[in-house]
T-cell receptor, first 110, second 116 residues
Framework: GQQVMQIPQYQHVQEGEDFTTYCNSS?????IQWYKQRPGGHPVFLIQ?????EVKKQKRLTFQFGEAKKNSSLHITATQTTDVGTYFC??????????FGKGTRLSVIA | KAGVTQTPRYLIKTRGQQVTLSCSPI?????VSWYQQTPGQGLQFLFE???????NKGNFPGRFSGRQFSNSRSEMNVSTLELGDSALYLC???????????????FGNGTRLTVT
């Protein structure tokens, strides 16, 4: 299966600061999916990347898939308190299940 | 369209007992996956079902089992509960997965299981 490592495990930022979480693999990934889980909630799908070097934006969120398709990043510009939660990356291939990294928990200090 | 529904939301069981959790997927979704979430281990894959067949199984002991019915509803069962089974059990449904473009997972609110 496709194993992914996510760093950092925790990140505390002041409101208005930027935030980045990274997802890395030792093998080439078929795709990367990003999910957000608010405290007390369930993971919610954010986006999927499938192409080498792909960059997608959702308002203040920028998602990137590395050229070698072995890493991905999620960058949030000017964090807000509504960004609080745990961000997970996951990957699968063919008929293998979606395997998640352990997540990055983001805290935003107002 | 209604989301993924999991019942019950909370369960308290005693060591040695067994438990059955239920999941109703989004209408039209034929694939159902189960994950165990704990603070230290993140989201651990349990099983995936499609058209009543188990397509994938994670690295969990045989005490963990599941099934899917013809209407795509799914259940998972844990027998001989252990303290370490305390976790949030999440069910997720999706349209079938095709090649390299895989349908995203839609998660339910989960069942919080506490084993005492």
């Amino acid at each position: 299966g496709q194993q992914v490592m996510q760093i950092p495990q925790y990140q505390h930022v002041q409101e208005g600061e930027d935030f980045t979480t990274y997802c890395n693999s030792s093998t080439t990934l078929s795709n990367i999916q990003w999910y957000k889980q608010r405290p007390g909630g369930h993971p919610v799908f954010l986006i999927q990347l499938v192409k080498s070097g792909e960059v997608k934006k959702q308002k203040r969120l920028t998602f990137q898939f590395g050229e070698a398709k072995k890493n991905s990043s999620l960058h949030i510009t000017a964090t807000q308190t509504t960004d609080v939660g745990t961000y997970f990356c996951g990957s699968n291939s063919g008929n293998t299940p979606l395997v998640f990294g352990k997540g990055t928990r983001l805290s935003v200090i107002a | 369209k209604a989301g993924v529904t999991q019942t019950p939301r909370y369960l308290i069981k005693t060591r040695g007992q067994q438990v059955t959790l239920s999941c109703s997927p989004i209408s039209g979704h034929r694939s159902v996956s189960w994950y165990q979430q704990t603070p230290g281990q993140g989201l651990q894959f349990l099983f995936e079902y499609f058209s009543e067949t188990q397509r994938n199984k994670g690295n969990f002991p045989g005490r963990f089992s599941g099934r899917q019915f013809s209407n795509s509803r799914s259940e998972m069962n844990v027998s001989t509960l252990e303290l370490g089974d305390s976790a949030l059990y999440l069910c997720a449904s999706s349209l079938d997965r095709l090649s390299s473009y895989n349908s995203p997972l839609h998660f339910g609110n989960g069942t919080r299981l506490t084993v005492t």
